[in-house]
Structure formats: C-alpha cells, structure tokens
C-alpha cells in the first residue's frame, strides 16, 4: 500500500537567475508509483525544476516538499532522493564498487558493500565492479552512475536524461530499472529530449516551456505519435514566440 | 531503506575524509607537486644566502613558514576540484549528510594530507638548516600542527568559494593568504624562540594565540560553508 500523501509537492515554485526566471510558478504533484516525463527544448527549466526538488537550488519563492518534508529544512529526509544527472557524479580515481560503496555508506546502509554489488548487478555493470571508472566508457559510467543513485532504495528519483549515452543493453537496464521502480512504489521524475522514451516509461507527460508547465497528460489517455506531433508544434511556437519577442525587444 | 540510518556529522566527515585520501593515494598528483616544491624551495633558500652573515638555523623559521603557506595551497586547490569534475559534490549534497560534515571531512582530509607533507618537510628542514634533533624539532612540530589546523580551516572555506570561478587558481591565493598573515605570523615568532633555544614559557604568548585563531577559523567557517553552496 502506497503512502497517500504526494511523494512531490511543489507548488509556485519559482526560480530566478538575475532577471531571468528559469522556473516560473510551477505547481506540480506526484503520487507514489507514478512517473512523470518532461520535456522540454533547451533552456525551458526542467534540469532547475529537477535541482529544486532535489533541494540542490533554493526557490526564490514557492515551496517544494518530498515525501512531506523540506529538503532543505530536513537533512535527513534528503535519504527519500535519488539523482541521476546528465553529469555522472562519480570520482574517476575510484572503482565502480568504491563510488556506490561510499555513497551507500553516507546514507547509512548497514551492509553497504553487499548493497553496492547489488545495484552494480541490477545494472548489469557487476563484471566492471573494479576497473577504475576513468577507464570505463560513457555509458558504462552512466550505468555506475545509475547504481549509485538507486543503492539506498529511494522513494522518489530525479532523473535527468538518463538514457545519454547509454547503448541498448544499458538503455534496456534503465528501462527495467524504471518500471522496477515504480511498481516498489517509488515516484519518478524524467526528464528527457526523446518523447517516445518517456511516454514508454511514464504514467504522466509534462511539457515545459520559459520556465512554466504549459501542458499535463495522463499518458494513459494521450496516443505518442499525435502527442510527438502535437509536442513539435508547441516547441517550434515557443521558439516562435520567443525570437518575436527578442525583434520587439530589439525594436 | 527502513533500517538505514545517515552517519551523524563526525561519521560523515570521516568518511568523506577518507574518500579524499583514497582519490590522492590512487592519483598522487597534489602529494607529489606539493612535495616537490617544498624541498625545491628548501633547496633554493639554503643556497640563496650567505651563511657568513646569517646562519642556517636563524635562518629555518622564515624558510619554515614560507614554504609550509604555500605547500599547503597546493593541496588546498585540489581539495574541491576533485569534486567539480563530475559534480561530485551534487551526490554528497543530495544525501542526508549536513553541509558542515562535507566542510570537516574535507577539512580533516586536507590536515592529514599536509601531515604528511611535513612528515618529510621538516627532518628535510633539520637536515638543510643543521637543526637541533630532538624536543626543539618535536615542539616545532607540534606548532605546525597547531598552525596548519587554521590554514586548512580557511584554505579549505575558500577552495570551496574559489572552485567555481573561472581563476580558481589565482583566486585561492588571493583569499587565503591575507587570512593566513595572523596564524604564521604567531606561528613564526613561537617557532624562532624555540630554535633560538629560548625557554618554552617565551613562546607560549604566541601559541595562545595561534590557539585562538585556529578556535575562530574553525567555528566560523564551518558555519560560513553552507553558505558557499548556494548558487
């Protein structure tokens, strides 16, 4: 049974960068189980929407609360949080076991060696267990990245295009992962450029543009080579909207 | 999940310490630059003077001091670059550790680290400079240790503030040496009493307050850190 209460909250969350407002008033909640993809071209603020609710950025005004609490009021309740980033978080000079080993030990996992060979083995990466990681390929890092971020079992996972770099057999690792995932009752956040990716994995679509969630489906009721279509059409209106904007600007 | 329990602040800076030694004991660049220039430095000071004029020992504390600094930044640079490689330290800001056990651990790291740049540093300063061998070398020891916890408090703060700009390298120096002034300052003035083989109750002004120092750099930048993560 799934807890009731949203696994992420935020609500008018917004962040500014000088004068540029990178997330603008974003209200956004998601319930254990679920996965919400988000797309977005370039620049819309998803990988900022994704740092405030990790508690990495700090919102200039709204709040963003995970499992119930704040992320940066409660430090232990940042142990609900997985991050998986376009950036692999891991230390070259360390081993793949070393790199999950250490961040199963800072979230405090009683047998975190055992823990660790566990992940690397749900991502099928256990044979490269002590290469050094600066040794490893992108995609093969990106899977060490991906075990790193899921060894303490978190209740809600950030991902940020995970899926770079990632070759099929990886991909498909990820793939099992996700679903794996959700169906253990974690809530998932996936931000990706590939809409046919997303919507295989996701309960809910969201799109992003300047900062604001300008559209919200159910992926159950959206059909993905209209929404594919559809989402185009809506990006190159944005991009539209924005260079008018710029000669107005300029005029 | 459920039986998992964060390490409190000690343990978390611990291992965060350790993680560090482990990445500088695998790579060794720091160590061995750092090492480096402290004997090349040790070398050049003993043969850029006249010993007709001022001899070797009166001459160690100063050589002591200048090349200890600035050892010590090049071990301090490398303390938060390690982490913005592949944005290390998001993974340890995202876990359940508070921000002041990253500042220890890469504190305490970066003192074991110079530790052991002094472990060789100074019995090479006792052989160059003809130093007394035994309790004056011991007490000597004992202030570098006491002036290298205030260097790391504030070395430490700043790699932090210095590793996200573009002149990282030039920047570090530029904030950390004006807050180094007051701990070598006490430190070289209780070193040259010792070596000057003046009774231990002379020094001990000093050490007091280099003692102070480290007690203020310690407090406040370990409450100043969280700051330094803000974007």
Same mark, same amino acid.
């Given at each position: 049974? %799934?807890?009731?209460?949203?696994?992420?909250?935020?609500?008018?969350? /917004?962040?500014?960068?000088?004068?540029?407002?990178?997330?603008?008033?974003?209200?956004?909640?998601?319930?254990?189980?679920?996965?919400?993809?988000?797309?977005?071209?370039?620049?819309?603020?998803?990988?900022?929407?994704?740092?405030?609710?990790?508690? #990495?950025?700090?919102?200039?005004?709204?709040?963003?609360?995970?499992?119930?609490?704040?992320?940066?009021?409660?430090?232990?309740? /940042?142990?609900?949080?997985?991050?998986?980033?376009?950036?692999?978080?891991?230390?070259?000079?360390?081993?793949?076991?070393?790199?999950?080993?250490?961040?199963?030990?800072?979230?405090?996992?009683?047998?975190?060696?055992?823990?660790?060979?566990?992940?690397?083995?749900?991502?099928?990466?256990? &044979?490269?267990? &002590?290469?050094?990681?600066?040794?490893?390929?992108?995609?093969?890092?990106?899977?060490?990245?991906?075990?790193?971020?899921?060894?303490?079992?978190?209740?809600?996972?950030?991902?940020?295009?995970?899926?770079?770099?990632?070759?099929?057999?990886?991909?498909?690792?990820?793939?099992?992962?996700?679903?794996?995932?959700?169906?253990?009752?974690?809530?998932?956040?996936?931000?990706?450029?590939?809409?046919?990716?997303?919507?295989?994995?996701?309960?809910?679509?969201?799109?992003?543009?300047?900062?604001?969630?300008?559209?919200?489906?159910?992926?159950?009721?959206?059909?993905? /080579?209209?929404?594919?279509?559809?989402?185009?059409?809506?990006?190159?209106?944005?991009?539209?909207?924005?260079?008018?904007?710029?000669?107005?600007?300029?005029? | 999940?459920?039986?998992?329990?964060?390490?409190?602040?000690?343990?978390?800076?611990?291992?965060?310490?350790?993680?560090?030694?482990?990445?500088?004991?695998?790579?060794?660049?720091?160590?061995?630059?750092?090492?480096?220039?402290?004997?090349?430095? #040790?070398?050049? %000071?003993?043969?850029?003077?006249?010993?007709?004029?001022?001899?070797?020992?009166?001459?160690?504390?100063?050589?002591?001091?200048?090349?200890?600094?600035?050892?010590?930044?090049?071990?301090?640079?490398?303390?938060?670059?390690?982490?913005?490689?592949?944005?290390?330290?998001?993974?340890?800001?995202?876990?359940?550790?508070?921000?002041?056990?990253?500042?220890?651990?890469?504190?305490?790291?970066?003192?074991?680290?110079?530790?052991?740049?002094?472990?060789?540093?100074?019995?090479?300063?006792?052989?160059?400079?003809?130093?007394?061998?035994?309790?004056?070398?011991?007490?000597?020891?004992?202030?570098?240790?006491?002036?290298?916890?205030?260097?790391?408090?504030?070395?430490?703060?700043?790699?932090?503030?210095?590793?996200?700009?573009?002149?990282?390298?030039?920047?570090?120096?530029? #904030?950390?040496?004006?807050?180094?002034?007051?701990?070598?300052?006490?430190?070289?003035?209780?070193?040259?009493?010792?070596?000057?083989?003046?009774?231990?109750?002379?020094?001990?002004?000093?050490?007091?307050?280099?003692?102070? %120092? &480290?007690?203020?750099?310690?407090?406040?930048?370990?409450?100043?850190?969280?700051?330094?993560?803000?974007?």
């Amino acid at each position: 049974m %799934f807890p009731t209460c949203p696994a992420v909250e935020a609500s008018r969350v /917004r962040r500014t960068f000088g004068r540029r407002r990178a997330v603008d008033g974003v209200d956004l909640s998601l319930y254990a189980g679920e996965c919400l993809a988000l797309f977005g071209p370039n620049g819309a603020g998803k990988t900022t929407l994704l740092r405030l609710v990790a508690g #990495l950025l700090k919102p200039t005004s709204g709040s963003v609360r995970v499992c119930g609490h704040s992320l940066r009021e409660d430090a232990s309740a /940042r142990a609900h949080v997985g991050l998986i980033s376009h950036q692999s978080m891991l230390y070259r000079a360390l081993t793949p076991r070393e790199n999950v080993e250490f961040a199963a030990r800072l979230y405090g996992i009683p047998d975190p060696r055992a823990a660790a060979l566990n992940a690397l083995e749900r991502m099928r990466i256990l &044979d490269r267990a &002590d290469a050094p990681v600066r040794a490893l390929s992108r995609g093969l890092q990106q899977r060490v990245s991906i075990a790193r971020s899921i060894v303490h079992e978190p209740s809600v996972v950030l991902l940020d295009e995970p899926y770079t770099g990632l070759d099929a057999a990886g991909g498909a690792a990820l793939t099992d992962m996700l679903q794996l995932l959700r169906s253990s009752g974690a809530a998932l956040i996936l931000v990706t450029h590939n809409v046919d990716e997303g919507l295989g994995v996701a309960s809910h679509a969201a799109v992003m543009l300047d900062g604001k969630i300008v559209r919200h489906d159910d992926c159950a009721t959206v059909e993905p /080579r209209t929404y594919i279509a559809q989402y185009r059409e809506l990006v190159l209106r944005g991009a539209e909207h924005e260079s008018s904007f710029d000669v107005e600007a300029t005029a | 999940m459920s039986r998992a329990r964060a390490p409190g602040t000690f343990g978390a800076a611990w291992l965060v310490a350790r993680k560090d030694l482990a990445i500088e004991f695998r790579t060794r660049t720091a160590f061995f630059s750092a090492l480096v220039f402290a004997v090349l430095a #040790l070398c050049i %000071f003993y043969f850029a003077w006249d010993e007709s004029i001022i001899a070797p020992a009166q001459r160690a504390p100063g050589v002591l001091w200048v090349v200890l600094a600035f050892s010590a930044l090049l071990g301090l640079q490398r303390s938060f670059s390690i982490e913005e490689h592949d944005r290390g330290i998001d993974a340890l800001l995202v876990s359940p550790i508070s921000r002041e056990s990253i500042y220890l651990g890469k504190a305490i790291g970066n003192l074991l680290f110079l530790c052991a740049i002094q472990l060789i540093t100074i019995p090479a300063l006792a052989l160059f400079y003809n130093l007394p061998i035994g309790r004056p070398l011991m007490v000597v020891t004992a202030i570098v240790l006491l002036a290298m916890i205030g260097i790391v408090a504030v070395g430490t703060l700043f790699s932090a503030m210095a590793v996200n700009t573009r002149l990282a390298e030039l920047l570090l120096p530029m #904030l950390s040496l004006p807050f180094f002034v007051p701990i070598l300052m006490n430190a070289a003035q209780a070193t040259t009493r010792v070596l000057g083989d003046r009774p231990l109750a002379e020094s001990w002004p000093w050490l007091k307050i280099l003692i102070a %120092f &480290d007690l203020v750099f310690v407090v406040a930048c370990t409450l100043a850190f969280p700051f330094t993560l803000e974007e």
